[in-house]
């Protein structure tokens, strides 16, 4: 019979790599902790009108990467392919009242061509400032972004732009439609992009890095201006290490003010960008509640795991073995003690001789190995092994 498969895309996190997840989820919890971040969880499957009055109808991740299906009750809905949305739709519907800090972590889905590190479904923790504005909350924004990246000892690039207000995007935009309208080498999503949403021109990877467009900084109002360069300078005071990068403008129709990115210096280019975000002021009121000035990022798991050499946080194995069958019971009664001491501990429980123990011992990386045998019985007492040194010694029960 032919062998079950996961789909395209899809794949199994199991073992080293998923403890490394939980490990990247606990140093992100705990330094969120600190910014005073609760957390939320919310619906895999949404209504798929949420994306595309978010995200936006002209973006990637509307218009090619979907899950998107009608339900048995004829709704159209989709596998969530971000969190901002979700979030942006309980606050509202909840009747959440701002200031709010809320964080997620857990799975997205975009249909995109799967390589190493982009995957159908993949992994984020976000983070959403929901009713902060001024340039300290965009400080705060990318320090917590930037910081438990640090945590995880990864060496990142922050690279940072502002979009300005609607009006200042719109009249950048309008000018960054003039400068691209002569040229005719541009790849054929970017033409179609030139017209309806000539921002995603320079997000575009083959494209993008090539153009030398008019800057954006030379749009913004004055106040927009001076709450940018404030931002960059307390960064850089903060010792953050930013880069301003005028072509990056991201590719989700929301955003408005700051735009930034982090970027491994590891990981190969396409993809290296294991945290993305930014300011969006017009969401909340775009999708029917009060306007509330609202920040926010979300990080690429996958990718982080790809590149954390870091150590998993799992107790060392105590393996209990026994010279003989009849002392199972007794082994058993061990193994159920070294747990209540709060060990994490393990035994075979099939029959097998005590150089298979040892060996399955060893194989499942146990530090610690306790040896049950007849005269320690008698005595009351267990031998313990140290897998590292080889020495043992005598514990009384
Ligand atoms: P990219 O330009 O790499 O496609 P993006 O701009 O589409 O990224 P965002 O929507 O901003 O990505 O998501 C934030 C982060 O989530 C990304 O920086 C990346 O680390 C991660 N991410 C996005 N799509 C995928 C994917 N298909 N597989 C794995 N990680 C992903
Ligand atoms: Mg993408």
């Known amino acids: 019979m032919k062998k079950p498969r996961a789909l395209r895309g899809f794949r199994?996190?199991?073992?080293?790599?998923?403890?490394?997840?939980?490990?990247?989820?606990?140093?992100?919890?705990?330094?969120?902790?600190?910014?005073?971040?609760?957390?939320?969880?919310?619906?895999?499957?949404?209504?798929?009108?949420?994306?595309?009055?978010?995200?936006?109808?002209?973006?990637?991740?509307?218009?090619?990467?979907?899950?998107?299906?009608?339900?048995?009750?004829g709704r159209e809905v989709v596998l969530r392919p971000e969190g901002t949305a979700g979030v942006v739709r309980?606050?509202?519907?909840?009747?959440?009242?701002?200031?709010?800090?809320?964080?997620?972590?857990?799975?997205?889905?975009?249909?995109e061509r799967p390589q190493k590190g982009r995957y159908r479904q993949f992994y984020q923790i976000g983070a959403e400032f929901i009713g902060f504005s001024g340039y300290l909350s965009d400080v705060e924004g990318v320090l917590a972004a930037y910081l438990p990246l640090r945590d995880l000892g990864l060496e990142v690039e922050v690279r940072i732009n502002t979009l300005g207000n609607v009006d200042t995007k719109n009249r950048y935009a309008e000018a960054l439609k003039n400068y691209l309208e002569g040229m005719d080498d541009l790849c054929e999503d970017c033409k179609r992009r030139r017209e309806r949403n000539p921002l995603r021109v320079l997000d575009c990877k083959i494209d993008g890095p090539r153009l030398n467009p008019p800057d954006i900084l030379d749009f913004l109002s004055e106040e927009e201006r001076h709450n940018f360069e404030r931002t960059l300078k307390k960064l850089a005071e903060m010792g953050i290490p930013i880069v301003r990068d005028p072509n990056l403008v991201r590719g989700l129709d929301y955003y408005t003010g700051i735009v930034f990115e982090m970027v491994a210096k590891d990981l190969e280019a396409a993809q290296s960008t294991i945290l993305a975000g930014g300011r969006y002021d017009n969401l909340i009121a775009d999708l029917g509640g009060?306007?509330?000035?609202?920040?926010?990022?979300?990080?690429?798991?996958?990718r982080i795991a790809l590149l954390y050499k870091g150590k998993t946080k799992r107790r060392p194995l105590y393996f209990v073995v026994r010279t003989s069958h009849e002392l199972k019971e007794f082994a058993f009664e061990i193994l159920v003690r070294l747990r209540e001491e709060g060990k994490r501990a393990d035994m075979l429980y099939e029959d097998r001789s005590l150089k298979a123990q040892m060996r399955h011992a060893h194989r499942s990386?146990?530090?610690?190995?306790?040896?049950?045998?007849?005269?320690?019985?008698?005595?009351?007492?267990?031998?313990?092994?140290?897998?590292?040194?080889?020495?043992?010694?005598?514990v009384p029960l």
Not at 51 to 61: A, L, M, Q, Y
Not at 90 to 111: D, Q, S
């Open 12 to 73: 199994d996190i199991y073992s080293e790599e998923w403890e490394k997840f939980w490990s990247i989820y606990e140093t992100f919890r705990e330094r969120l902790d600190l910014f005073n971040f609760s957390w939320i969880e919310t619906p895999i499957l949404e209504r798929l009108s949420l994306f595309v009055r978010s995200v936006g109808e002209e973006t990637d991740i509307v218009q090619k990467q979907m899950f998107s299906f009608k339900d048995r009750g």
């Open 365 to 394: 990386g146990a530090r610690w190995v306790v040896i049950v045998g007849e005269e320690e019985y008698v005595r009351g007492m267990y031998r313990l092994k140290d897998m590292e040194t080889g020495e043992e010694s005598l």
């Open 90 to 111: 309980a606050f509202i519907e909840r009747g959440m009242v701002p200031p709010k800090k809320l964080a997620y972590f857990g799975p997205m889905f975009r249909a």
């Open 290 to 302: 009060k306007p509330t000035p609202a920040l926010g990022w979300a990080a690429g798991v996958d």
